[in-house]
């Protein structure tokens, strides 16, 4: 419970978001509109917009999925480019949150440390930490919202390599990138086989002397123009809102397309990739050494070389691909455990993320700290014990703004039929406290593998699932009626529990 001088000095508002990045402008933008009586706020921790692509500063940072539809269902993307850098994304968040008064909201260098619900006041307070010197603020609301996105911002996943204090040359994390680094005709080595590694090698072959990729094992690489051409079409002959939302429509089948064709012919999927690789590289080139993973396509994510950049540098001897294990980093560069050296002047470890829901911030309900493993997923967007909380975490095998999106719309729904009804709080409710449960993600790659462990959970049938499909999201979500069996409503301060159930069965026959 929160103390006397805390109560009077607490900010108070309906729903706090944490994160002014992608998700947390989206979710604004729909409370706004959906939700136009409830108040927000929304805490960013940093000192400015946008999340990750303010973040990440190293050379070619850009979108691996088209903009129509990691872009807004609401605000149609008009770039040629489909495939965008970082900084047109960037300024389409700002503008977004500039038109429709989002940035009036956000609280910069905010970062929250915790929140604890009380089950007696039916609201959440959080506490965060503002500017250098750490200031405690107190917010108050009747809903918590985690925009924070899934990985730390303030460290990327560094493994140790033996040897590497010896290396006299720049060790570089992509997500430190310093802003002063020059590498013009410079030795490059990039540790790495990811969205990460592949985006950078391209862009550094076009000014560096040479860049290696240096991969343990290879990744799915698939070659996309970078413009839409039925886009470009669809803008010329439709008015702008029809022409997006035809693209739209048109790349979100398309894209579950391939994935629903990978996922059921992996092995045909697999020779399909290659083939194109082939295709796209010198002649002779061993594409079975460096472009043939041990796993199934989609397994992890799929890489897309917009325009084929990475292999047009391969093609032009301005990059290489070594795939191998490192022994020890040397002097001038790294020996691997075939006895090859690679020499360098500069090495990128591009060795991915460090995963952390909800901005690491520490949940509790009524003074008691939650586990969040022990906690199950309810529709992709609520977790099970954890009154008036929800969250977007987007698709691992389409746009992420996708899911954000059909999340807000649903969180509006519920908001509104809240209000309608009376209810102050609402709650999943796991059926049995013994219902069988497996990984939130089946997803291989590292920095999920990783983290597993400290994850929620989610269930083996609807509506605990944690569901990568749009169309399945998009009839549950969208479609389908906000109550549930297992979503419990009540008012603040309630133990009726007849009425509660009571009114959850005639609220699902009236939806």
């Known amino acids: 419970m929160a103390g006397k001088q805390q109560q ?38 940093r000192a400015a917009s946008g999340g990750t692509w303010d973040l990440f ?104 390599f033996a040897g590497s204090e010896r290396f006299r040359g720049d060790i570089i994390h992509p997500q430190h990138w310093p802003e002063d680094l020059d590498y013009t005709g410079k030795r490059v080595l990039v540790i790495g086989s990811g969205a990460t590694a592949i985006t950078l090698v391209p862009a550094m072959a076009e000014k560096a002397g040479h860049v290696t990729m240096l991969q343990r094992t290879p990744s799915y690489v698939m070659s996309l123009p970078s413009e839409d051409a039925i886009a470009r079409l669809l803008a010329r002959i439709l008015p702008a809102d029809k022409a997006y939302a035809a693209t739209r429509g048109k790349n979100i089948t398309m894209s579950r397309n391939i994935w629903r064709f990978c996922q059921k012919h992996p092995k045909a999927a697999r020779r399909l990739i290659r083939w194109l690789n082939k295709r796209s590289l010198p002649k002779g080139y061993p594409v079975d050494e460096h472009f043939n993973p041990p796993y199934n396509p989609w397994d992890q994510r799929l890489c897309v070389v917009p325009d084929g950049d990475l292999f047009k540098a391969i093609s032009r001897g301005k990059a290489s691909i070594v795939t191998d294990h490192i022994d020890t980093f040397t002097e001038q560069g790294v020996r691997l455990k075939s006895g090859e050296e690679l020499e360098a002047d500069i090495i990128i470890t591009a060795t991915g993320l460090n995963l952390q829901l909800f901005g ?74 013994d219902m069988p449960t497996r990984p939130l993600l089946d997803f291989d790659a590292g920095y999920v593998q990783r983290s597993l462990d400290s994850l929620p959970r989610q269930g083996e049938h609807a509506p605990w699932l944690m569901p990568m499909d749009y169309r399945v999201d998009s009839r549950v979500l969208r479609q389908g009626p906000v109550t549930d069996p297992a979503l419990k409503f009540s008012l603040a301060g309630s133990t009726d529990k007849g009425r509660t159930a009571k009114s959850n069965i005639t609220e699902e026959v009236n939806s």
């Open 8 to 45: 009077e000095n607490a900010e108070h508002t309906d729903v706090l978001i944490i994160g002014a990045g992608l998700s947390g402008i989206g979710v604004a933008r729909y409370l706004q509109e959906e939700v136009p009586d409830a108040s927000y706020t929304i805490l960013e921790s």
């Open 57 to 160: 500063r190293y050379p070619g940072i850009r979108s691996d999925s088209d903009l129509h539809t990691f872009g807004y269902e609401f605000k149609p993307w008009v770039d040629d480019k489909a495939i965008a850098g970082a900084g047109p994304i960037l300024d389409y968040l700002r503008e977004t949150a500039a038109e429709n008064g989002i940035d009036r909201h956000i609280r910069y260098r905010y970062r929250v440390v915790s929140a604890d619900w009380s089950s007696e006041e039916a609201r959440w307070h959080v506490e965060a930490e503002s500017g250098d010197g750490g200031e405690c603020h107190h917010f108050v609301c009747k809903w918590l919202f985690s925009a924070a996105g899934y990985y730390r911002y303030d460290e990327g996943y560094a493994p140790t």
């Open 360 to 433: 690491g911030i520490r949940l509790s309900r009524d003074g008691e700290d939650v586990d969040l493993s022990r906690t199950v997923a309810f529709k992709g967007m609520m977790l099970s014990g954890l009154p008036n909380f929800a969250f977007a975490i987007g698709y691992t095998n389409a746009s992420w703004t996708l899911k954000v999106g059909l999340v807000a719309e649903h969180l509006c729904r519920l908001l509104n039929h809240m209000t309608q009804h009376g209810y102050d709080i609402c709650c999943p409710e796991l059926p049995s406290p």
